[in-house]
């Protein structure tokens, strides 16, 4: 298999121009001469899966939301730009090369739910991303592409939080990045309200944290991820069959994948889905650097470590779920024999610890327990005890958790355990050297071949400052934003 471009071209692409020459805009034209439920179903035929890391049916989410859309407010597309997972650079370099394909798929998406409002949410700290799509969405509006819906775009902060789903709605409303239990789809980014007639229609409306129930009204948010969108153009012009052409039966398509690590280069581009791991690590980043051999790889900080010997898995997600692990963002950091996998996943457990937000207490204690005892570990300062007590503290880490952060500490430190325990124990019986806990943190950037970690998460505290101490609060605490969990009312 080879490199393929659908939505990643080889060259940026310069203005809207260019973008329509090579058939831009022809999804957009093609959704306006159908219905709505015509334009949900093709792309539900399409079988095109959310590419932000959970892989939900995109198809069953717009039909959802169009579903629970209310007679009062108009209903919300969000874009989620707010990538952070680490290892992963792949919506920056959608959002650089083409951002017209992102605006496109969206406009379609609010068509499709009856949206009026399209909010694009990055990180503040995205410069190079958000001139551009400021500079796209500017060409889009003077075009009159956009005629019926507001085009916003919204700068967040950098916590890792901020791309969950409801996270991001939440911090969108005016408040920290903290999950909420709520699905975006019963309540979005804009006001409840006690009954319909209390709805100004010329109001400027701003979310509250009161959740649509029985007695009130609320529209939903359909929340996509960057490149999910920019599938969605071309499955409108040209149907879910040329979709289909690429790609497995259950995850049709292309998936645009990065790799870094231990390999002789870096990079992102798009392969077809189903290609063998082994392929997308020689294809992207040219395979294991000279003289070295992969020992393992991690999709993200989401997933458990894929050993060597399942390197021909198909990238895919049923695949990647077959063995134990999962496709996440396509983000691969891939590691050889001189890795120290007990150093890295000590990090990836910092890196988890520090960002959980502490609404749910064992996620922070636990987490930031099992770092310090892996961090122990990794310095050959430990013993059985310590091992044991990691142990412990995984089988609690997730109670009453309200996200995926705690699981993604159990899963990752538990795949070290239990599939690479030579690594462990040889640190536990004085075999190894002392090694400190690797920098696990997002991308800031990919240049000349090599990626650049966020070397300013070295001094990050678990209570989401940089100062020299930790205030020993979490950052929900901290920052005066815990709430107690809400139950889903019954219709």
Sequence with gaps: MTIVQRILSAQPVADLTEYQRAGGWEGLKAAGAIDADTVIAEVAASGLRGRGGAGFPTGVKWRTVRDNRSTAIRTSVVVNGAEGEPGTFKDRTIMRVNPF????????????????????????????????LRAAIDEVRDAGWAEGVELEVFEGPNEYL????????????????????????????????????????????????????????AAPTLVDNVETLANVPQIIARGAAWFRSEGTEE?????????????????????????????????????????????????????????????????????MTAIGSGLGSAGFMVFDDTDDLTSIVAGVSRFLAVESCGQCTPCKQDGLEISRLLAAISRSSAGEADLDAVRDRLSTVTDGARCSLATQQQVVVTSLLDRFPDEVEHHLHGGAEEIEPSLVAELVDINDGRAEI????????????????????????????????EELPDS
Aim: proline share 7%; with cysteine.
């Design 101 to 132: 394909a992102v605006l496109e798929g969206a406009l379609i998406a609010a068509r499709a739910v009856d949206a009026d409002l399209v909010i694009f949410a990055l990180k503040g700290s995205f410069g190079p991303e958000l001139k551009r």
């Design 162 to 217: 901020y791309g969950e789903e409801t996270a991001l709605l939440e911090t969108i409303d005016g408040r920290d990045p903290f999950p909420r239990l709520a699905p975006p789809f019963r309540r979005g980014v804009r006001e409840v309200v006690e009954h319909a007639d209390d709805v100004d229609s010329g109001s400027n409306l701003s979310a509250h944290v009161v959740m649509a129930g029985p007695e009130t009204v």
């Design 251 to 319: 995850s049709p398509g292309t998936i645009v994948c990065t790799v870094s690590g231990s390999t002789r280069q870096h990079g992102v581009a798009e392969v077809a889905m189903g290609t063998p791991l082994r392929e997308v690590i020689d294809l992207i980043g040219g395979g294991a650097r000279d003289g070295r051999t992969i020992k393992a790889v991690l999709s993200g900080v989401a997933n458990a470590l894929i050993p060597a010997a399942l390197l021909d898995t198909p990238v895919s997600y049923e695949a």
């Design 454 to 485: 966020d070397e300013r998460h070295r001094d990050k505290q678990p209570d989401w400052t940089y100062g020299a101490e930790d205030s020993g609060q979490s950052p929900a605490d901290r920052l005066d934003e815990q709430r107690t969990p």
